[in-house]
């Protein structure tokens, strides 16, 4: 295996969007700036998506304009479209991402529109990003089965993947919204989107409610897959995910590759010691078994 992995935390989106009450925004900052001096190159810091459908995101701009920046550090939001984006680069994003579902149902329920429609509504706002130099990311969620479908084709992920991809998506993030995929289905998922997108350009954004999370990442890094979304504490979820849990812990995929001799750059120690801080201000058990497991020196 090629041994350098890039990691994006996306614990202050995914992780604190699914939050039953509101997390004060000045926690929030102080774990964005927390995961960067844990060695974490890439953290999703926000989403600037309606606060009717979302109110937990609602203080992106406060988030943004909030954190003690660290160079070298890619602080990225949500954005679904024009307005979202517009608002994540007056809060000074430094790279964003659009969000659709290989499945009918849960992009309508989570973004209000078809997948097509969804497609379309991005196209303008590549071309303001671009304008503004802006990457943009392009999450493929319901990527192994759908809260309202059930089990979705390959084929209809690679449609999906393929269509962000041409339309400027510098890289496609594969999500298990639902977290029920198994090894198997990861590897034949992929294997049909990369006859779309070339495997440089995927990451795999895996939620763990069936616990297979470590497994699809370790089936997927043999097929050539180096980049990781994960959350740190394993918080996250999605609101229109109903059952949902959190995305893989961070802590746990770093241990997974230390072990595999793969680089991070992130500091094992220092990562479980924040996961355990954002646990205990969320009031929840850290749902890392690394953060829970790990003895400081
Ligand atoms: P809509 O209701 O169809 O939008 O929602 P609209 O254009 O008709 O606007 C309705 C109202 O929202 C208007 O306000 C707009 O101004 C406002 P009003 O006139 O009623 O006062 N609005 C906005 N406000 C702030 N920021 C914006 C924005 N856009 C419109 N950007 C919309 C369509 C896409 C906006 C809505 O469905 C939405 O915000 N959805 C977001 C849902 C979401 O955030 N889900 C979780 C993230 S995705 C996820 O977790 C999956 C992922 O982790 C991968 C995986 O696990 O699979 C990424
Ligand atoms: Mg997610």
Not at 35 to 41: E, V
Not at 116 to 130: G, V
Not at 197 to 206: D, E, N
Not at 260 to 281: A, E, F, K, P, Y
């Amino acid at each position: 295996m090629s041994n350098k992995v890039r990691l994006v935390e996306v614990g202050p989106r995914d992780g604190l969007q699914n939050e039953p009450g509101s997390v004060p925004s000045a926690i929030k900052i102080t774990l964005v700036e927390r995961l960067a001096d844990c060695g974490l190159c890439h953290i999703e810091a926000a989403s600037f998506v309606s606060p009717k459908w979302v109110p937990q995101m609602a203080d992106g701009h406060a988030i943004l304009t909030g954190i003690r920046r660290q160079p070298g550090v890619i602080y990225s939001a949500l954005t679904p479209n024009l307005k979202g984006l517009e608002a994540a680069i007056a809060a000074g994003v430094d790279e964003v991402a659009v969000f659709t579902a290989a499945s009918e149902s849960f992009c309508r329920r989570n973004i209000n529109c078809s997948i097509d429609e969804s497609l379309a509504r991005f196209t303008p706002l590549l071309a303001k990003a671009r304008q503004h130099r802006l990457k943009v990311r392009g999450y493929v969620s319901t990527a192994l089965g759908c809260p309202y479908e059930g089990n979705i084709a390959p084929a209809a992920v690679a449609r999906v993947a393929g269509a962000l991809y041409r339309i400027g998506c510098m890289e496609i993030s594969l999500g298990d919204t639902i977290g029920t995929g198994t090894p198997n289905q990861a590897c034949a998922m992929l294997a049909a989107v990369r006859q779309e997108v070339p495997i440089t350009q995927l990451a795999v954004h895996f939620h763990d409610t069936y616990g297979q999370a470590l497994a699809n990442i370790y089936a997927v890094l043999e097929q050539g897959i180096r980049i990781i979304d994960s959350s740190v504490a394993g918080l996250g979820g999605c609101p229109y995910a109903p059952g949902a849990s959190g995305n893989v812990a961070t802590e746990d995929v770093v241990y997974l590759l230390n072990g595999l001799g793969i680089d991070t750059g992130v500091d094992l120690g220092r990562l479980v010691d924040t996961g355990r801080w954002i646990s205990q201000q969320l009031g929840r058990p850290n749902g890392s078994k690394t953060g829970r497991a790990w003895k400081n020196e």
